[in-house]
């Protein structure tokens, strides 16, 4: 499982429309469809749009908001709306898609952890702080109801349970979204229209630490493998690293997003090393990505 060395590799900065070219700042999410790709920047807030085959961008400010809006993900149903979670994910605010205003603050029966697209519905992860409980939530005839089997696991403690069960899904395709658990297992859960899941094992680069090593948080007690994960329509799978040895993403002197890997059904992994940290991947097909660099600039990778 040798990485492949890159080709050539163009990078663009995203620009404001009618401004100065910026990178994206706080990445929130991203929605892909179409001709374009959409990437939720918490730090303006806006949606910056961009166009699949040349990576020219604007940028959609979203305006309206009483309050901070969160990085936990976007969801674009079909409704002419954009979904993002405020407050913590206290509320969901719905923002139009042609002049970024807002059309609606709602306060979430309980709070979120994420918000996603499920397929022409709108999605939630709720924190959960008892094992055994529904994570996915789907919005349908005005409330939310469980879509998944996927439950809440168990843990030591309270601190530990939520860790354990923050889980976060990439792009997707007409039949399936591939889903992970931030902490864990080095595998990906394909979930499919009705709600059922897959598991796809994947490569880790994690590195389990040295027996004597003091632990340093409950953090440190888990692995984070997986950091992205975007689904072809073909079946395979490309996957972002997280953790990259034995210090957990937020251990100082940490190594993440540094190698992305091809999962394809009956042949072998595809490793590509990444030029430096990558936060997410906009786009992709078994030859390309576009990813979101840790600086906030996009890239487009040969990774044939």
Sequence with gaps: MSPVPLGAMLVLSTGIADGPPRPVGDFGGRWVGGSEIRVFDASVPAIHRIDRGTLGTTVLPLTGSDSALDPYG???PGDGTVWVLGDRGRFVYRFSEATGE???KRRLPEPSQGVLTLWRHAGFFAVRLRPGE??????TDGGLRPFSPLLSRSAS???ELLIANLIRCGSGTRRALPCWFTAGEPEVLLLDRDGALRRV???SFVTPPAASRPKRSSASEFTFPVRDAFLLESGALWVLANQEGDRTPLEEGSVRGRHAALVRPGRSHRVVALPSEARGILDATEQSLVVLLADGVIA???AR
């Design 102 to 104: 807002r059309v609606e």
């Design 157 to 159: 403690d309270v601190t």
């Design 300 to 302: 487009r990778l040969d």
């Design 201 to 203: 094992p994947v490569p």
């Design 74 to 76: 976007m969801a674009v």
């Design 134 to 139: 529904p994570l996915l939530l789907r919005a």
